[in-house]
């Protein structure tokens, strides 16, 4: 991985975690599952790691604890 302040970008850390193999992960991994959404959020949600569901679609919370998620902050307004 490149030194902290070397990334700029999302798709830098996306591209910088592709092609890491500091840790059995990316070997394992379909892909790596960067963060999504606004540059200045009011909230941002973090999760654990992602599942299969996430690790297959690139995507962060499309999988059943993010379907959850969903119903949840849906439910809390």
Not at 24 to 45: N, R, Y
Not at 51 to 65: S, W
């Amino acid at each position: 991985m490149p030194k902290r302040g070397a990334i700029a970008s999302l798709g830098q850390l996306k591209a910088a975690t592709m092609a890491c193999r500091e840790c059995p992960i990316g070997e394992f991994a379909t892909q790596s599952v960067i963060g999504e959404g606004k540059l200045k959020p009011k909230l941002m949600l973090v999760g654990e790691q992602p599942g299969d569901q996430e690790d297959l679609q690139g995507h962060p919370f499309v999988g059943p604890a993010g379907k959850l998620l969903a119903r949840a902050l849906a439910k809390g307004g």
